[in-house]
């Protein structure tokens, strides 16, 4: 009864933030549009006054569309993760659900001077698992990893595959040998059993730590 | 030479306006429409050769409003603007008989671009 409660919860919240995304996408139309149409008229030289004020409109102009483009990719990465939760399950693309996330853990990241890397891997297959687990594990274990990390050393985020499963490898670049030893990630472990994954420690340097999410059979959620 | 004539159909007045402002700047001959039904009505009564029709609207679907289009006249090309998270309602729309979609907020040169291209096939027509 709880578990369905808060799966109805998470629903309603990705439904409330897609309409968010969605009515914040019709804005920054008319915002696009109307800066749009200041540029069509400097440029038409209709309103006529000096070199350095057209120059200055005109740097304006673009700075505004510049932010609109930022704006709107991050936006279609927000409605995307938003409608992850639509469904308890479903299947997806890895590569798109972990660009749509990292969009906004890289705030994170720059806040901490960490550098975010995200390489995504080709012909990763999509899973069928519950996406807004995923969401929050990956949450989970970007923090924990930017916890081990001290500033101008960087998260690698790398996706690859094994036989049918995805894996996310979160490397963290500049950490001493034998410190990921100490880190705990039990609190996770509980989430990533629901998702059927494992969480691993390795890695070359011994600085990653590897998360593989299975692809479920229909009947299996 | 003949002038493009082309309908907007949103839902959000002050983006259709702006956005027909800009397009008559370039000399298209542009009307709008904030509704479905407003949108059928112009449809029928004085053709456009295009429509931008934005998906989401309140009173009907712009899906229903593409078929709508269609029924009336074949030959007029649709280009949806969908401020969805994925590309699949766009798709869809063309699977409906849409020349092309674009994403919300619309790159203007994206969208001149696929104007031409679809004013190309309705000249064919």
């Known amino acids: 009864m709880e578990n369905s409660i808060r799966q109805e919860q998470i629903e309603s919240f990705g439904r409330l933030m897609a309409g968010f995304s969605h009515d914040m996408k019709n804005h920054l139309g008319i915002i696009r549009e109307s800066n749009g149409l200041m540029g069509d008229i400097i440029e038409m030289n209709v309103l006529g006054g000096n070199e350095t004020t057209i120059d200055r409109l005109k740097k304006a102009i673009a700075s505004i569309e510049s932010r609109v483009c930022i704006t709107a990719i991050m936006l279609q990465h927000l409605s995307g993760l938003a409608h992850r939760s639509d469904t308890p399950c479903s299947s997806f693309p890895v590569n798109d659900l972990l660009t749509e996330e990292c969009t906004f853990l890289e705030r994170f990241a720059r806040l901490k001077q960490v550098k975010q890397v995200l390489e995504p891997g080709e012909d990763i297959p999509s899973v069928y698992n519950d996406p807004s687990l995923l969401q929050h594990i990956i949450y989970r274990a970007y923090l924990l990893c930017l916890e081990q990390l001290d500033p101008n050393q960087s998260l690698v985020i790398i996706t690859g595959r094994n036989g049918k499963n995805a894996t996310i490898t979160f490397r963290l670049n500049g950490i001493s040998q034998g410190s990921l030893e100490k880190v705990s990630f039990n609190n996770l472990l509980p989430a990533i059993e629901k998702l059927e994954g494992t969480l691993k420690k390795g890695g070359e340097n011994h600085n990653d730590i590897t998360l593989t999410i299975p692809s479920l059979s229909v009947t299996e959620k | ?125």
């Open chain 2, 1 to 125: 030479m003949t002038k493009i004539k082309l309908l907007i159909v949103d839902d959000e007045i002050e983006f259709a306006s702006t956005l027909a402002e800009r397009m008559e700047l370039r000399g298209i001959e542009t009307q709008i429409a904030n509704n479905g039904q407003e949108a059928l009505e112009k449809v029928y009564f004085s053709p456009p050769d295009l429509v931008i029709l934005d998906l989401k609207m309140p009173d009907m679907d712009g899906l229903e409003v593409l078929q709508g289009i269609k029924a009336l006249h074949p030959s007029i090309e649709v280009i949806m603007l969908t401020g969805h998270g994925s590309t699949a309602s766009g798709i869809e729309g063309m699977e409906k008989g849409a020349f092309d979609y674009l994403m919300k907020p619309v790159d203007l040169n994206d969208l001149l671009e696929k104007l031409k291209l679809a004013y190309e096939k309705h000249s064919k027509a």
